[in-house]
Nanobody, 112 residues
Framework: QVQLVESGGGLVQPGGSLRLSCAASGSIWRVYAVGWYRQAPGKQRELVATITSGGSTNYGESVKGRFTISRDNAKNTVYLQMNSLKPEDTAVYYC??????WGQGTQVTVSS
């Protein structure tokens, strides 16, 4: 069993930055691929970024070059550094382990 708790969301102006964190319970978490998905109102949930246990990363097309995912296995935590934020990045961001375990989500709003 893995429990995921996201933090770091909030309101930011266009062009700003935020850093999301996802803390996981259970040491077995480190063998999973972990990542972030997001869902905006009226839209389907979409991939933001994932990172495997070996450190390989994958990003959604709309965030490439702006977002960076990383993980700290010693702290059972995965991070999402979001730079150059745009209004279209506004969504609830969900942390996932193997797309099987999901966190409750954290709201990110990009607005002036």
């Amino acid at each position: 069993q893995v429990q995921l708790v996201e933090s770091g969301g909030g309101l930011v102006q266009p062009g700003g930055s935020l850093r999301l964190s996802c803390a996981a319970s259970g040491s077995i978490w480190r063998v999973y691929a972990v990542g972030w998905y997001r869902q905006a109102p009226g839209k389907q949930r979409e991939l933001v970024a994932t990172i495997t246990s070996g450190g390989s990363t994958n990003y959604g097309e709309s965030v490439k070059g702006r977002f960076t995912i990383s993980r700290d296995n010693a702290k059972n935590t995965v991070y999402l550094q979001m730079n150059s934020l745009k209004p279209e990045d506004t969504a609830v961001y969900y942390c996932t382990a193997d797309t099987y375990y999901w966190g409750q989500g954290t709201q990110v709003t990009v607005s002036s």
